[in-house]
């Protein structure tokens, strides 16, 4: 069983999907750099290594707007490892505030990570998608 692949996204061609997610998510990689300033020790670590992951993400969201008006595999590579990365840097980002500050004090910066991984997952999924439309060969084929 491999990974799932769209043949539509949201009821429009793959190819203007892609362009809408990145599009999206490069607002969405943009706004993370927002917040963090209050934090200090670990936590600061960890936000810094989220600010830079964030930071290569929008170079990769920008690629792949590239990418709908040039076709070439290549240049949706970059989104699909940072993607990834922003996944798991979130989860550990969410999981150390959860152990180290009370829950019920960070309940809405939690929610809106938990939200954030929610839809990046879908983003790197029709991202994936547009790459395997592309031509991209991947070890399920």
């Not at 960890?46 to 590239?66: K, N, Q, R, S, T």
């Not at 939200?115 to 998608?129: D, E, H, N, Q, T």
Request: hydrophobic fraction near 60%; charge should be positive; aromatic fraction near 12%.
């Amino acid at each position: 069983m491999g990974l799932p692949v769209f043949k539509d996204c949201c009821c429009l061609e793959l190819k203007w999907g892609a362009l809408i997610v990145a599009i999206i998510d490069l607002i969405f990689a943009g706004a993370a750099g927002g917040g963090g300033g209050s934090l200090s020790g670990t936590a600061s670590i960890l936000w810094m290594v989220c600010l830079v992951i964030h930071v290569a993400h929008i170079v990769a969201c920008i690629l792949v707007i590239v990418s709908v008006f040039k076709p070439n595999k290549n240049f949706v590579v970059l989104y699909l490892i940072t993607g990834l990365l922003r996944i798991i840097i979130d989860i550990v980002f969410l999981i150390y505030l959860c152990v180290a500050y009370k829950f019920s004090s960070i309940l809405v910066t939690a929610i809106i990570l938990i939200i954030s991984i929610v839809i990046g997952c879908y983003f790197w999924l029709v991202i994936y998608s547009w790459y395997r439309k592309l031509g991209g060969s991947t070890p399920a084929d």
